[in-house]
């Protein structure tokens, strides 16, 4: 997935690069953003019945204290 | 509720990922437009650029327990929502002040949608027995 990822970053890398002086960073970004924004909207709700629903189990509950207690560098 | 077959979830997220790559990254190359925009020196916009860790970290904090208490669907959404609409400001912007704070809200929603896909990544890992993620 990590590479998917990758290869999603350096396509779009190759095309902005391309892009530079033919056309303005607001048209660029604006209609990439339109359209991934739409994929990913019709991918997310696609993808609904699989995806992680929220805890029911009261008794797993995390408080906020401890996101401070718990943080730790490794 | 209809299901899907792991097949269809599996290409569903690669396309999740594939499309995160693609939008988070493509300003880069732009970078030097942006710092024009900005008006300021190489060192001012090194500096500011960094600023997104800031919000980064605070997801990395919190984004856990949010996708416990509320579920990836609605996480999903609100990162990928936060992610191009912070896009467009950071890339139309004049004021430094104003790329700062879009900066952190940028970094929070890029580990916000990061936690909650391999979330959904290693639910389907142990659901379906496939190797998809790196632990």
């Known amino acids: 997935m990590s590479g998917l990822w990758s290869a999603g970053a350096l396509i779009t890398a190759f095309i ?53 207690v718990g943080f730790s560098f490794d | 509720m209809s299901t899907i077959t792991s097949t269809k979830e599996l290409t569903y997220l690669r396309i999740l990922f594939f499309t995160f790559g693609l939008g988070i990254m493509s300003w880069v190359p732009r970078f030097p437009e942006v710092k024009d925009a900005l008006k300021l020196t190489n060192g001012g916009f090194g500096s500011l650029i960094s600023t997104g860790s800031l919000g980064s970290l605070i997801s990395l904090l919190t984004v856990g327990h949010i996708v416990h208490r509320i579920g990836v669907k609605r996480v999903l959404y609100a990162a990928s929502f936060f992610l191009m609409a912070t896009l467009i400001i950071l890339t139309s912007v004049e004021s430094s002040l104003i790329f700062f704070f879009a900066n952190i809200a940028f970094g929070a929603a890029i580990s916000a949608f990061h936690i909650a896909i391999n979330a959904q990544g290693f639910n389907y890992q142990d659901r379906t027995g496939n190797s998809l993620l790196r632990r």
């Open chain 1, 16 to 68: 902005s690069g391309f892009l530079v002086d033919r056309v303005s960073l607001e048209t660029h970004v604006g209609v990439l953003v339109l359209v991934i924004f739409l994929i990913q909207s019709v991918v997310i709700s696609s993808l609904t019945p699989e995806l992680l629903k929220a805890n029911q189990e009261i008794d797993i509950d995390y408080k906020l204290k401890e996101l401070f």
